[in-house]
């Protein structure tokens, strides 16, 4: 006996309403399993996509966001050795960080003494062969490599090291401390580990688990491509993170390239492209023009943070939201203060310190309108120490 039309239309309204709910059961599934982008809200433990990872990150960044932390520096050392010269090796003077090192540099050697010069690579190889070039045959005390590869200016190197003289680099090498190859007395940097992770989980949480993001490095320098690469597989730790692109943009180029760039993913990407984290700060100043160009509101999306540096036109950005929402900056003249007591320690005969600074996030909420992060105690330590 057939059904009756009516009976049909009942089975059928019936069959499909049980297929919409499996259908929505399974949708509901998988969003927990990738990261639904439904519009649905999240749960107070965080998004679908990785609630374990972003509480995580939440926690982590409520760390590092912390602004009264106490030095946990050297308070020991051979006291000041006078009469010594210093020449710091800039990759270039317009890289922020690399420059507000040297500041530190100087700084303390006024303290200590101690006489510097700073000779700027300019950003090229050849540039930064013949600084380092020039460098060596000044004879110094000491050579700061500033934030380039000392493996590009390895004859340079090999001469330096040849007529005894000792080599400091500041984000020379991916990791802080002693380096036998290439010989360096120390590294002075923060854990790049750490700035990476610390600088991907502040896009896991406060996004809950749901961006759109763009990296922006420097490949040309391994350091920051390490960094990148660092970036690039925390983001990966959530699945409700999607890399848009990975840009590739040399920082010498980076004021002329990054507007070009910028407005070609925005015409890619639109509104799914929601956080950004770049090895520099920098590239947020030279990206703000073209997201004002298209009506992009400075306080975001994208929300901007930078892996690196901590400049002060960064600072600037971020407490008047223009572009920037956060920094991971480095404690630039706490760093450049640590290069001359490093070679302090050197010049008595004494091991490298083995003190990394820790990371810290800088937002608008905890800077307090300061235009730089410099942790207290640092001064009063390597004066101590100095006896100065």
Not at 14 to 26: D, E, F, H, M
Not at 64 to 78: E, F, K, L, S, Y
Request: charged share 20%.
């Amino acid at each position: 006996m057939h059904p009756t039309p009516k009976t049909s239309l009942g089975a059928l309204k019936v069959k499909s309403g049980a297929a919409a709910a499996l259908l929505a059961a399974v949708t509901v599934l998988a969003g927990c399993e990738r990261g639904s982008q439904s519009g649905q809200e999240d749960p107070p433990t965080g998004p679908n996509g990785c609630p374990a990872v972003h509480a995580e990150a939440r926690t982590a960044v409520d760390r590092a966001q912390r602004a009264d932390v106490p030095w946990n520096g050297p308070t020991t050392g051979p006291r000041a050795v006078s009469g010594r010269t210093l020449v710091y090796v800039a990759q270039t003077m317009t890289n922020p960080g690399v420059a507000g090192a040297a500041d530190g540099v100087r700084d303390a050697a006024r303290v200590i003494g101690w006489n510097v010069r700073v000779i700027d690579g300019g950003g090229t190889p050849a540039g930064i062969q013949a600084a380092m070039s020039e460098a060596v045959a000044l004879r110094p005390s000491g050579i700061v490599i500033g934030g380039f590869d000392p493996n590009a200016t390895s004859q340079q190197v090999t001469r330096a090291d040849a007529a005894g003289i000792p080599l400091i680099g500041w984000h020379a090498v991916a990791d802080p401390g002693p380096s036998r190859r290439p010989p360096l007395f120390t590294n002075v940097t923060t854990d790049v580990r750490q700035v990476a992770r610390i600088s991907a989980r502040w896009v896991i949480a406060r996004s809950n688990g749901d961006a759109g993001v763009v990296i922006f490095t420097d490949a040309s320098i391994p350091f920051a491509r390490n960094k990148s690469e660092l970036i690039r597989k925390e983001l990966a730790t959530c699945a409700g993170v999607k890399l848009l692109s990975y840009e590739n943009i040399p920082i010498p180029d980076a004021s002329s390239r990054t507007p070009r760039e910028v407005s070609s993913l925005l015409s890619r990407f639109q509104d799914r492209w929601t956080y950004s984290v770049a090895i520099n700060d920098l590239y947020f100043a030279d990206a703000a023009p073209a997201l004002r160009a298209v009506g992009r509101n400075g306080s975001g999306p994208p929300f901007n943070i930078g892996a690196g540096d901590g400049d002060p036109s960064a600072f600037q950005r971020i407490n008047s939201g223009q572009y920037q929402a956060a920094t991971v900056p480095e404690p630039l003249s706490l760093q450049g203060w640590q290069i001359v007591d490093e070679f302090n320690r050197a010049f008595a005969d004494r091991p490298a310190s083995g003190y990394v600074s820790p990371v810290h996030i800088s937002t608008a909420d905890n800077t307090d309108g300061a235009t730089r992060w410099d942790p207290t105690g640092y001064r009063v330590a390597y004066r101590k120490i100095w006896g100065k």
